[in-house]
């Protein structure tokens, strides 16, 4: 009997023991490898990963710098360095032909140990920068540029007509049909190819002298009761233009994450001049008043896993070095339980000055919070002293004559929990009218089973949705149209469309 007794509470006790690991957080390992995502932004204008020995030797470079993660520009200006795209290739020469530089870049980071997360950047509005139209008709420069007239128009003018900033053409998100191309341009990557993540870039207006096709102009008008041409400044009209890009980036990553819930969808962000230090200086900030970019609340509404900051900033002017550190404040302490990962301008910067820029992101804020990581701008030019790039790799990793190095060990990918253990559903649909035709800017109505009701606005197309919702029904409705019930399940998004009854 005593025998049996001790089997029993032996049993009981390793029982104990397994929920106790299991659901019971636990203290990390002090042999764990740290947590900190690292990456390069290897853009498109250098080589880098246009033929497989470049690919070879980007990921020999990223494994010697302790680095984990590549954003990788495979969609230059409205062109593509893959094979499955939508868009024609690339006219770039210097991309081997025939050559899938994602699909080649995937297997040999996802081969490597330990293993190199590849995100996809996609230049997201500019679609060309050449006086001499592309050769492919398909281009969309020349089925929607300078070229087409009416709806078929999409590019972004400025408030004098100008269609051309600088270099490039670029598209305007206040045209629906513009919003909606490029948003198809991701989710073909992502249906596509087995890439961790998709990174947006110039996901912006230009100014607030620019946003003026004639398409959003007639949409501001309609929905305010406006006319003539809204001045730049015009906080409605900022507001307005600020909206649409907020309606990008949210149909973008509904629409992503329903078809692979996995994927991590990020964007590269502003930071210019002074960073802010509370809510009201943001809003005053150059992200949200120059370039109607509101990053901060993509965060806060969940539509976005990863924000970018391009902290570009020289450390040798000690105005920018204090902005640089204004701004990487501001981002560790206001991540709203997603991820900021600081983006030091490395190549503005001596070894020496990039290396303290990446010490001061990796410390954590006054307030304790820390950022998830650093990428690297950029992998083809690495310092403003011409100094070769090897020396800086090593440097990141090795002890060396800069001093200490910012990545002595290896690091793992942070988690992103309400990925991996997800505990808040999404919700997306469309609104439309009797005949079928998308209704533009109209309030949907979503209510769980708590007293609160959210509100969601459809943009140029009829699309609306909500990021964060505890599991469980909702009742959703719009005026003149039919409610619906649809059910919200932890980490997948549910779908529901309206119709108004006129």
């Given at each position: 009997m005593g025998e049996m007794r001790m089997r029993k509470w032996f049993v009981w006790l390793s029982l104990f023991g397994w929920l106790w690991v299991s659901l019971v957080p636990q203290p990390a390992r002090a042999d764990a490898p740290p947590r900190e995502f690292r990456a390069f932004w290897v853009d498109a204008f250098h080589d880098g990963f246009k033929t497989p020995a470049q690919v070879d030797k980007l990921i020999d470079d990223v494994q010697k710098s302790h680095a984990n993660a590549v954003i990788v520009q495979v969609r230059r200006r409205g062109d593509a360095y893959f094979n499955k795209a939508l868009e024609p290739r690339t006219e770039d020469p210097a991309l081997q032909p025939g050559f899938d530089a994602l699909a080649y870049l995937i297997e040999k980071a996802h081969q490597a140990r330990p293993r190199i997360e590849?995100?996809?950047?996609?230049?997201?509005?500019?679609?060309?920068?050449?006086?001499?139209?592309?050769?492919?008709?398909?281009?969309?420069?020349?089925?929607?540029?300078?070229?087409?007239?009416?709806?078929?128009?999409?590019?972004?003018?400025?408030?004098?007509?100008?269609?051309?900033?600088?270099?490039?053409?670029i598209l305007d998100p206040g045209h629906p049909d513009a919003l909606d191309y490029t948003v198809e341009q991701y989710l073909n990557v992502v249906r596509q190819y087995d890439v961790d993540g998709i990174h947006l870039d110039l996901v912006r207006y230009m100014g607030p002298e620019w946003g003026y096709n004639p398409v959003s102009v007639e949409r501001f008008q309609q929905q305010t009761g406006t006319t003539g041409l809204p001045d730049p400044q015009d906080e409605r009209w900022k507001a307005w233009r600020r909206e649409q890009v907020t309606f990008l980036m949210r149909k973008v990553y509904l629409k992503?994450?329903?078809?692979?819930?996995?994927?991590?969808?990020?964007?590269a962000v502003i930071a210019w001049g002074a960073g802010p230090s509370t809510p009201e200086a943001y809003r005053q900030s150059a992200p949200y008043t120059q370039v109607m970019q509101d990053w901060d609340g993509w965060l806060q509404k969940g539509f976005i896993d990863?924000?970018?900051?391009?902290?570009?900033?020289?450390?040798?002017?000690?105005?920018?070095?204090?902005?640089?550190?204004?701004?990487?404040?501001?981002?560790k302490d206001h991540q709203y339980g997603r991820q900021i990962v600081i983006g030091p301008g490395v190549y503005l910067n001596a070894i020496s000055g990039s290396l303290a820029q990446i010490k001061r992101a990796q410390m954590p804020s006054a307030n304790g919070h820390r950022a998830a990581g650093v990428s690297l701008y950029s992998?083809?030019?690495?310092?403003?002293?011409?100094?070769?790039?090897?020396?800086?790799?090593?440097?990141?990793?090795?002890?060396?004559?800069?001093?200490?190095?910012?990545?002595?060990?290896?690091?793992?990918?942070?988690?992103?929990?309400?990925?991996?253990?997800?505990?808040?559903?999404?919700?997306?649909?469309?609104?439309?009218?009797?005949?079928?035709?998308?209704?533009?800017?109209?309030?949907?109505?979503?209510?769980?089973?708590?007293?609160d009701w959210y509100e969601s606005k459809t943009d140029g197309s009829g699309f609306f949705g909500l990021s964060d919702l505890s599991p469980g029904y909702y009742l959703v409705k719009v005026d003149g149209a039919v409610p619906k019930v649809v059910q919200v399940k932890a980490g997948r998004v549910a779908e529901t469309d309206l119709q108004m009854k006129k």
């Open positions: 590849v995100h996809a950047w996609l230049a997201t509005l500019p679609i060309w920068n050449s006086a001499t139209p592309p050769k492919s008709p398909q281009h969309v420069f020349n089925t929607h540029g300078p070229s087409a007239q009416g709806r078929d128009y999409w590019l972004m003018n400025r408030v004098d007509g100008v269609n051309r900033d600088g270099a490039n053409y992503a994450i329903a078809i692979r819930p996995d994927i991590k969808v990020s964007a990863m924000a970018i900051p391009m902290n570009y900033d020289r450390e040798h002017v000690e105005s920018q070095k204090l902005w640089y550190d204004q701004w990487i404040e501001w981002e992998y083809a030019e690495t310092n403003k002293d011409t100094i070769p790039n090897d020396t800086f790799y090593t440097a990141l990793s090795q002890p060396n004559s800069y001093g200490e190095p910012v990545f002595a060990e290896r690091a793992e990918i942070p988690d992103m929990p309400w990925k991996s253990r997800p505990t808040k559903g999404y919700l997306m649909g469309k609104v439309t009218n009797a005949k079928g035709q998308p209704v533009d800017g109209e309030t949907v109505k979503i209510k769980g089973s708590g007293w």
